[in-house]
Every structure is written in structure tokens, then in C-alpha cells.
């Protein structure tokens, strides 16, 4: 019995999110303290990098929860505070990148590269000289043949 609480609790420990927000950072209006995590939630953490600042213990991810929420206490609206952060750590900082013309490319190079390998296959294919058909052998060549084979 005890085993089966034991298992029961690390299965749900394990499958609740490990929010990382410290008290002293919440913010005291709910509406802003929603955007605050949902902002947080498609942040990277720089340390972790696997996890949104929001999941993150790291002091990096700390600093990071606190800007976004004084940003949006200074009125900034989601796409600015992204925009800053951005703009301070790179593209790399979000969860899920926005689309750009970098992004496709990333995407895009091992489908074109694939591509370009199977066509040059193909090309190289059908542009090799195909093989000759061996002549069957005279019988002065099947006799030396045998004589050889003899020895």
C-alpha cells in the first residue's frame, strides 16, 4: 500500500509543471501578472535552455521574470516586451522562433540540400556510360584457359 502512495505521488509530482516564481515576484493587478506568465512561458531560459524562464530557477531566468514584469508595468504592451528581449538575447531567447526569412532557410537547407543529392543521383546516373556486354570467349582463349588452370 504504502509503494502504490509513493508511486501515485512521484507520478504527480512529476506531471506538475515546476513553476519557478517566487512571491515577491508576483504582480498584485491578476491581468498583468497572466501576461507576465504567458510571457514567461515563451522565454528561454538562457541557462537551462530547455525550459521558459517561467520553469527556471536560474538567477538569469530570475532577471529575466522580473524585467518582463517591469517592463509591463511601464506599460509596454507583449510585442514590445518580446521585441526588448529579443533584441537583448537574440532570436534564440523564444520558445518558438518567429518566422523569417532565417528560419526558412534553417528549416528549408536539409530538404533542398536532399533534394539537390537525389537529382545529382539521378544525373549521374543516366549520364554514366552504360556497360559493355562481355563477348563470349574463343576457344583459343577457353583453351589457354584450360592449359592454365592445369598447372
Known amino acids: ?15 506538475m509543471p515546476a513553476l519557478a516564481v517566487n512571491p515577491d515576484e508576483v504582480l498584485k493587478d491578476p491581468a498583468l501578472e497572466q501576461r507576465a ?7 528561454r531560459c538562457m541557462v537551462c535552455q530547455n525550459q521558459s ?9 530570475k532577471d529575466l521574470r522580473v524585467l518582463v514584469r517591469e517592463r509591463l508595468t511601464d506599460g509596454d504592451t507583449d510585442k514590445q516586451v518580446l521585441d526588448y528581449v529579443v533584441s537583448r538575447y537574440g532570436e534564440f531567447v523564444l520558445l ?4 523569417s526569412a532565417k528560419t526558412v532557410l534553417l528549416w528549408a537547407a536539409p530538404i ?7 537529382v545529382t543521383m539521378i544525373l549521374f546516373s543516366r549520364r554514366r556510360p552504360p556497360l559493355k ?8 582463349e577457353k583453351a589457354r584457359i584450360d592449359a592454365l588452370s592445369r598447372r
Open 53 to 61: 524562464i517561467d520553469d527556471s530557477n536560474a538567477e538569469l531566468a
Open 96 to 99: 518558438k522562433p518567429r518566422l
Open 37 to 43: 506568465r504567458n510571457l514567461s512561458a515563451q522565454l
Open 133 to 140: 556486354a562481355v563477348a563470349p570467349l574463343s576457344e583459343e
Open 112 to 118: 533542398a540540400l536532399l533534394l539537390i543529392g537525389v
Open 1 to 15: 500500500m504504502m509503494r502504490r502512495l509513493i508511486i501515485a505521488l512521484f507520478v504527480l509530482a512529476s506531471a
